[in-house]
Nanobody, 126 residues
Framework: QVQLVESGGGLVQAGDSLRLSCAAS??????????MGWFRQAPGKEREFVAA????????PYADSVKGRFTISRDNAKNTVYLQMNSLKPEDTAVYYC?????????????????WGQGTQVTVSS
């Protein structure tokens, strides 16, 4: 079993920055072969893809809504993935979830991820 624990959420103003972290643990987790992703869910909306990163950090797809503002990265030695969020907007307000896949390919699809964190709230005020 793999456990994912997110941190770093909070209340900020529009234009501010936040960095989310997701620490992975578990006997079967392999940083180098597992892709990781960030998703978010706003009230009344479906969970949506934000960004993902392949096991060897060579592929990093982003949702169009965050491209150029958010950056995903990972430290395999620490089994941790990060989401640096800059120029935050009120529409970025959501619960942000970290997810891990057994596959190396960083998919945009929720169904491709095997493990999920509990989520961290990000609120951006205008």
């Amino acid at each position: 079993q793999v456990q994912l624990v997110e941190s770093g959420g909070g209340l900020v103003q529009a234009g501010d920055s936040l960095r989310l972290s997701c620490a992975a643990s578990g006997r079967t987790f392999s940083s180098s072969s597992s892709s990781m992703g960030w998703f978010r869910q706003a009230p009344g909306k479906e969970r949506e893809f934000v960004a993902a990163i392949s096991g060897r950090t060579t592929m990093t797809p982003y949702a169009d809504s965050v491209k150029g503002r958010f950056t995903i990265s990972r430290d395999n030695a620490k089994n941790t993935v990060y989401l640096q969020m800059n120029s935050l907007k009120p529409e970025d307000t959501a619960v942000y979830y970290c997810a891990a896949s057994k596959n190396w390919y960083p998919s945009r699809r929720i169904s491709e991820y095997d493990y999920w964190g509990q989520g961290t709230q990000v609120t951006v005020s205008s």
